[in-house]
């Protein structure tokens, strides 16, 4: 039953990329989630929900006593639709920020939350990515980094973590992002470096392994500079939160528990990766699990990833608050001083 529950937002992905089979796909109807269940946005398509997957197809959820409906939000799919991924109607939630825990950027919601009235107060819980691991992608004109002053460079779009990575990466080689460098929203696509309208991007591990097979230049792994960021975590409701402190803590612990599978089970990942995005190339496996491996076995809320996003995005509103205002460390510092996380890694 939970594969069913999250078959819609799968299948979404696969049929609207072109990653799946030709077959058409079928006739269904709106899935609606049942009463009681755990509601989970999933935000962008990328390698950062490979764990919720994993949880939903080995019965994680199940075993944490947890019925869980996930989605994909009429944001996200609007915005994969810019980026040339259809997500069919019926597999979308009209539900708006109102899910009681959204698995995304931190970052993003931060900003949301301090220039949008109608943006859902969330607290972070947990952070996966803690560094920004994405790649810059370019054309083989361009063979060294010193080679983007002056080009275009495209991301996902203002505010999200993609956004913050170009500022921050133009000001740690020393330019100025507004002087030095264009920078274009919705430019974090293969297809806009193909057609010219960009000479490179900032693109994630999914999207690197597919630009590679189009014989795109893997220009830099931004691993490497290191910069802090409120990546990909689970982000609460403020006032859900407050009562439902168990339900929660269960689902840290499902996700807890499937990064920790990933990890000592690389066959999980890739049956994940061939299930739900018909990746079967064992080098791309590869080069995305390198990705997944990647990701902390405490995750704990970043706060140097806060810091850096008030850092970058340090208007007004943003300075009235202070860094504790976005997070809640309590639940992971709970399991880890338990010993239970340790205890997920100890061999038999």
């Known amino acids: 039953m939970l594969r069913n529950k999250i078959w819609s937002v799968a299948t979404a992905i696969l049929l609207g ?29 990328s390698l950062n929900k490979v764990p919720f997957l994993v949880a939903a197809d080995n019965g994680i959820y199940a075993k944490n006593g947890l019925t869980v409906h996930q989605y994909i939000t009429p944001y996200a799919a609007d915005k994969a639709r810019r980026q ?68 275009r460079i495209g991301y996902s779009g203002d505010d999200s973590v993609t956004h913050l990575t ?30 010219g309208r960009i000479d490179a991007f900032i693109g994630s591990a999914l999207v690197e392994s597919l630009a590679i097979k189009q014989g795109l230049h893997d220009l830099a792994d931004l691993t490497t500079f290191k910069i802090p960021v409120a990546g990909s975590g689970l982000n609460a409701q403020r006032a859900w939160l407050r009562n439902n402190h168990d339900t929660a803590m269960q689902f840290m612990k499902s996700s807890i528990e499937a990064v920790a599978l ?63 205002d976005f997070y809640d460390a309590s639940f992971v510092t709970e399991l880890d001083k338990s010993g239970w996380i340790d205890a997920l890694y100890k061999k038999p």
């Not at 020393?174 to 057609?195: C, E, F, M």
């Open 17 to 45: 990329s072109g990653l799946a089979a030709a077959a058409p796909a079928p006739a269904a109807a709106p899935r609606v989630a049942p009463p009681g269940a755990l509601q989970i946005s999933l935000g962008d398509v």
């Open 84 to 151: 040339g991924v259809m997500v069919p109607d019926q597999y979308v939630s009209d539900a708006g920020d109102t899910a009681h825990i959204s698995v995304g950027g931190g970052t993003p919601m931060i900003v949301s939350f301090t220039r949008d009235v109608d943006a859902a107060d969330r607290v972070i819980i947990a952070t996966f990515e803690g560094l920004v691991r994405d790649h810059i992608i370019s054309n083989k004109s361009i063979t060294k980094l010193a080679d983007l002053k002056g080009k």
């Open 166 to 195: 170009i500022i921050a990466f133009a000001r740690q080689m020393g330019w100025d992002p507004q002087r030095d460098i264009s920078i274009y929203i919705n430019g974090n696509t293969p297809a806009a470096l193909t057609t």
């Open 262 to 324: 990933i990890k000592s089970n690389k066959q999980a990942f890739n049956a994940a990766m061939v299930k739900w995005f018909n990746i079967r190339d064992p080098q791309a496996q590869d080069r995305m699990y390198n990705q997944v491996a990647g990701i902390p076995a405490k995750p704990y809320p970043t706060v140097d990833g806060i810091k850096k996003t008030m850092e970058i995005f340090n208007y007004r509103e943003m300075m009235q608050h202070k860094a504790e």
